[in-house]
């Protein structure tokens, strides 16, 4: 079992930029495939950016261009650099680890708020 801790959230002006962690503990994240996820108000929980534990990433369509992540095998840590922020970024993000081998299980931190606003 792993657990998942995030921070990093804030608030920040349209075009800025923020860098959210994810700090597993537990087991290494390379054994999940990682995945960050957000949900504004009234709307359904999305996947944003996803990381394989062989170092492969995909990205929604509303973020590519945008967003990275990456891992930190020293730290155990994942990241989500988000630049250039649109008001549209704003939610809870949150930090997830699924481990799917036959069955899947799926691991969640807190979440950490992101505002983008002038």
């Known amino acids: 079992q792993v657990q998942l801790v995030e921070s990093g959230g804030g608030l920040v002006q349209p075009g800025g930029s923020l860098r959210l962690s994810c700090e597993a503990s537990?087991?290494?994240?390379?054994?999940?495939?990682m995945g960050w996820y957000r949900q504004a108000p009234g709307k359904q929980r999305e996947l944003v950016a996803a990381?394989?534990?062989?170092?492969?990433?995909n990205y929604a369509d509303s973020v590519t261009g945008r967003f990275t992540i990456s891992g930190d095998d020293a730290k155990n840590t994942v990241y989500l650099q988000m630049n250039s922020l649109k008001p549209e970024d704003t939610a809870i993000y949150y930090c997830?680890?699924?481990?799917?081998?036959?069955?899947?299980?799926?691991?969640w931190g807190q979440g950490t708020q992101v505002t983008v606003s002038s």
């Open positions: 990381l394989t534990g062989g170092g492969s990433s």
């Open positions: 997830n680890a699924r481990f799917a081998v036959g069955n899947t299980y799926d691991y």
């Open positions: 537990g087991r290494s994240f390379r054994i999940y495939t």
